[in-house]
């Protein structure tokens, strides 16, 4: 395993503004005074695409707010891919929005900059969340963002054909590789197991499953990957044995991201596959006919129980400096609240932030969520919290990895040390 364990940290981009697309009530940001009863009107940014119906919910959302505290809220949405730059831009020119919600794994970075507002002075109950997602709001004794939604990936299945060839949900990792070599012979025209290239948060669980780690971060602040451990590449090595030995997958799949995975499910032409939280719900937008056909497990151990899954999501940041900190925090609080956080988990399909919200959500929702709701409770993690993680994604070195693999130019060790070296030249500031 490599061992370089220099530290440093990578600086954020900087880019030309891009035009967003405003939306609900009037009002500007920026200025004020210290708290809502003085603060006229806050201006948040919200990532574009989650919600179908984004301005409905804020036009609700903002109306309680102003009548609770009588400012006004003015959201601009932005494209997930234009945001960092856009924030940098902002951060740099000293535009910033009051609030603004974050992925979960750019929060770090952004929290690094001093960008971000330290949220602890508010009490914030850190044990109420998702521990996955609230791990990356938090560096050292401070809290930078707070949990708003959670996604986490399980496996969806074709419950139909489980019945039909007498199958049972695996438990373990044999019995995930018997039940995906028997789809293959039953369905010969379907793709019993996607094995995806371009899907980072799919190769994950298969690190962590076998007793690896993405990066661990030393006593002297340096950062050692243990990819290219005998537990990490076991993992890996399963999951690509799925596709090069036992051929469950298809040699398409290595160019394939989630959404050509999501794709199979919904077009019929998979018969199991790992997907996100919000996925089924897009599925049967996509397919009804699929509707009481598709079922999910959680992502089965090695040798039982649940093997850890990535918890993406969004969280709510407050920025430094615009003089309505006060406010801006209370309009978190709003969104991240019991009303708010339900209402949006109901119309976008991802989990609340809030560990309380997603027992209540799962509980209310279709049945095929219960098993992401355990995922996520009992079995999420998140990738290593540093600024520079978004330099690792950025480069795509677990695709990199994943698709050298797949492709046959590298062998699981060659492709796993390769991927270890430059995980850590990143994260160490190499």
Known sequence: MARRRTHGYVLLPAAAAVLVLAATACGTGGGGGGDASDTDSLLVWIMQGTNPDETGFFEAANAAFTDETGVEVQVEFVPWQDAQNKISTAIAGGTVPDVVELGNTLTPGFADAGALHDLSGYGIE???????????GQIEDGVYGVPWYASIRSIVYR????????????????????????????????????????AQYSIMPWIWGGGGEIAVQGSDGGWTSQMDTDEGRAGIEFFTDLALKDGTSTTGAVNWNEIDVMEAIADEEAAMAILGSANPKAILEANPDLEGRIDSFTLPGQDGGHMPSFAGGSLLSVFEGTGNEEAAWQYVQHLTGDEFSMRWAEETGFFPGAIEGVDEFSASADPILEPFAVQLGEASRGVPVTPAWTQVEAEKVLVGMQQDILNGEATVE???????????RILNGG
């Open 414 to 424: 060659e492709a796993t040390e390769s991927a270890a070296d430059e995980i850590e």
């Open 126 to 136: 850190t044990d109420r969340y998702i521990p996955g997602l609230m791990e990356m």
């Open 159 to 198: 419950s139909d054909l489980f019945e039909e060839h007498d199958l049972e949900v695996p438990r373990n990792w044999d019995e995930l590789r018997e039940t995906a070599l028997a789809l293959s012979e039953a369905e010969e025209d379907m793709i019993a197991f996607p094995v995806p290239g371009d």
